[in-house]
């Protein structure tokens, strides 16, 4: 219901789970098994539990305008040196990797023209700041 806030908030480097197409008695039991915060836009499933940190996403559409609503409700700071820390994949903090041994895993043009990359230890995903960093940057400017 809300994967690209949840996106969103782990590229502001907050770990963030999603569970995608599962139960909500899976969800209550992983928020309650991690002492996590549930965010939900499903009035009747907060409703129904008893979880002390939960909240209701008001903001119907625009991610933005999601995170945003979060980002106030709980004074979270956008921090820049946080940006980019976690996969977005699967959440796990993000680690400094050498180009050298990831050569052949990367395009030959991003191996010419980037210099600084980062690898998911979990799921192996590489990231590099390319222009969708600068995008990134310029969409939260409004944070």
């Given at each position: 219901?809300?994967?690209r806030l949840a996106k969103w908030?782990?590229?502001?480097?907050?770990?963030?789970?999603?569970?995608?197409?599962?139960?909500?008695s899976e969800v209550l039991r992983v928020a309650f098994k991690e002492?996590?915060?549930l965010l939900t836009r499903d009035a009747q499933l907060l409703?129904?539990?008893?979880?002390?940190?939960?909240?209701?996403?008001?903001?119907?559409?625009?991610?933005l305008t999601q995170l945003k609503e979060v980002m106030d409700y709980f004074s979270l700071k956008l921090d820049r040196k946080k940006i980019f820390t976690r996969c977005?994949?699967?959440?796990?903090?993000?680690?400094?990797?050498?180009?050298?041994?990831?050569?052949?895993k990367i395009p030959p043009h991003v191996a010419k023209t980037q210099k600084q990359f980062q690898r998911c230890p979990q799921c192996r995903k590489i990231y590099w700041p390319a222009t969708h960093y600068l995008n990134?940057?310029?969409?939260l400017k409004g944070l």
């Open positions: 219901m809300m994967g908030l782990r590229i502001l480097g907050y770990d963030t789970a999603y569970m995608k197409d599962v139960a909500d002492d996590r915060i409703n129904r539990i008893k979880i002390p940190e939960s909240y209701l996403v008001k903001a119907s559409s625009g991610y977005l994949e699967c959440n796990v903090p993000v680690a400094a990797i050498e180009k050298s041994k990831i050569i052949g990134t940057l310029n969409k």
